[in-house]
């Protein structure tokens, strides 16, 4: 069997979403269940997938990308999602850090 090497122009971010925010905002930690989670909280309601739509353009926006580089790998109907960045942008590991701290 083989094992998978980890794609080294991709970053993984744990999120906690907040839907129905009065204010978009990222930034802050959350314990969830794929570790420590960056909080990203939305004013668009979870419903037909508008939240995790904001989800994404906001953390790419957060990481300086194209929204067309963050997608969703987990957590579609959850408020605990993993998003990926890919590219991901050379800063992603001291920007995730930033974020979670602020």
Do not use: C, N, W, Y
């Not at 129905?20 to 668009?44: E, F, I, K, Y």
């Amino acid at each position: 069997m083989t094992q998978r090497q980890p794609d080294p122009d991709r970053f993984v971010i744990p999120v906690r979403v907040k839907p129905g925010a009065s204010r978009p905002r990222v930034g802050g930690t959350h314990d969830g269940p794929h570790g420590p989670a960056l909080v990203v909280a939305v004013t668009a309601r979870a419903v037909e997938g508008k939240a995790t739509e904001a989800v994404l353009d906001a953390v790419a926006a957060a990481f300086g990308v194209r929204a067309s580089h963050a997608t969703l790998l987990a957590g579609r109907t959850s408020r605990d999602k993993l998003i990926a960045l890919d590219p991901a942008p050379a800063d992603a590991a001291a920007r995730l850090t930033a974020l979670r701290h602020s």
